[in-house]
């Protein structure tokens, strides 16, 4: 993909998602317009599928949404409220060190930029990025599995790791489309673009990917 096309990949994406399910971190933001609970939920939703996820923010949510409300619920509280999503008992900690950092270092407020987002535990930069874009409106290019695999699949950039999509997307991805880009690309991915054997009959892409790394598709 050339760079010449990314604002038509982007235009027909747009269309594209529509039948598809939104992340479900962008559905907590849409329905609390909540930086504190868009982070707790992108915690949650770390290698655990998106439907578990949702029921686990709704049960989380009901118990405290502020961090000094949460840190007054004992931690197996928050386990059995978050469970079955994947690492609960290390998510409950960490959600407690969120609080607690949040408290004491920021007045109880989610901090907006990214480096300060990166010293909470438990916080990493595709949270951290999500935190900025969904909560604050803040430019950020959230990169996961998805945003790594399809951007090197259309050939748009060359990369080894997602932390090395990033730093090549702000370089290269016009600053319109970052904050919308993983929004895009998650549905995308997850339900054509898929890792193995991807839909490229289906796509409407397809004559603008590279299809780096495509052996069998359908």
């Given amino acids: 993909m050339k760079n010449r096309d990314i604002d038509t990949a982007i235009r027909i994406l747009k269309r594209e998602i529509r039948r598809w399910k939104e992340p479900i971190v962008g559905v907590v933001a ?48 928050i386990e059995r409220a978050i469970y079955p999503v994947g690492f609960y008992r290390t ?14 270092r920021y007045g109880g407020r989610v901090p907006d930029e990214i480096e300060e987002l990166l010293t909470l535990k438990g916080v990493g930069r595709k949270t951290a990025n999500l935190v900025v874009t969904l909560g604050y409106r ?14 090197n699949r259309w050939g748009y950039i060359r ?6 999509s ?3 997307l702000r370089r290269k991805l016009p600053k319109r489309h970052w904050i919308i880009f993983n929004d895009l690309l998650v549905p995308f991915g997850q339900n054509l673009c898929k890792p193995v054997s991807p ?3 289906q796509c409407k892409l397809a004559g603008y990917c590279d299809r780096v790394g495509v052996g069998k598709s359908r």
């Fill in 30 to 77: 849409k329905a609390s317009n909540d930086p504190f609970q868009i982070l707790l939920s992108t915690v949650l939703s770390l290698r655990t599928k998106d439907q578990t996820t949702a029921e686990a923010s709704e049960r989380l949510f009901r118990l405290a949404t502020s961090p000094r409300a949460m840190l007054a619920v004992p931690r197996r509280q």
């Fill in 91 to 104: 998510k409950a900690r960490h959600i407690h060190g969120i609080c607690r950092d949040l408290l004491e």
């Fill in 138 to 151: 803040k430019p950020g290019i959230c990169v996961d599995v998805h945003v790594h695999r399809i951007s």
């Fill in 159 to 164: 990369t080894r790791t997602p932390a090395e």
């Fill in 166 to 168: 990033e730093k090549a």
């Fill in 199 to 201: 839909l490229c009959t």
